[in-house]
Nanobody, 127 residues
Framework: QVQLVESGGGLVQPGGSLRLSCAASGLSLDYRAIGWFRQAPGKEREGVSCIQQSDGSTYYERSVKGRFTITRDKATNTVYLQMNSLKPEDTAVYYC????????????????????WGKGTLVTVSS
């Protein structure tokens, strides 16, 4: 049974940093891509970043490019999202999910076949 558990959220001031973790069980990062999504209050859930299973290629939604970095540790089966230069508009519940993903024609991230959602971790960016 696949299970994803997010952690690392919290309250941070604008311009600050946080690192989120997604601990995966029941799967291997060699064979499954993992993505980060977020949902802000009153808004639809949106893709943020993903890392592919084959070669570890990474993709980002345009608003976080240059500020967020997704990495993985196959030894611990954990995917991380390092978030720097945080803005109030980054406030959201962040989820990890298994998916298929790649680069979209517009330079962002495409994704499909989303499944195995975690329960999320809340990130609040506020002074």
């Amino acid at each position: 049974q696949v299970q994803l558990v997010e952690s690392g959220g919290g309250l941070v001031q604008p311009g600050g940093s946080l690192r989120l973790s997604c601990a995966a069980s029941g799967l291997s990062l060699d064979y499954r891509a993992i993505g980060w999504f977020r949902q802000a209050p009153g808004k639809e859930r949106e893709g943020v970043s993903c890392i592919q299973q084959s070669d570890g290629s990474t993709y980002y939604e345009r608003s976080v490019k240059g500020r967020f970095t997704i990495t993985r540790d196959k030894a611990t089966n954990t995917v991380y999202l390092q978030m720097n230069s945080l803005k109030p508009e980054d406030t959201a519940v962040y989820y990890c999910v298994t998916l298929e993903c790649g680069s979209s024609w517009s330079g962002g991230m495409y994704y499909e076949n989303l499944s195995n959602w975690g329960k999320g971790t809340l990130v609040t960016v506020s002074s």
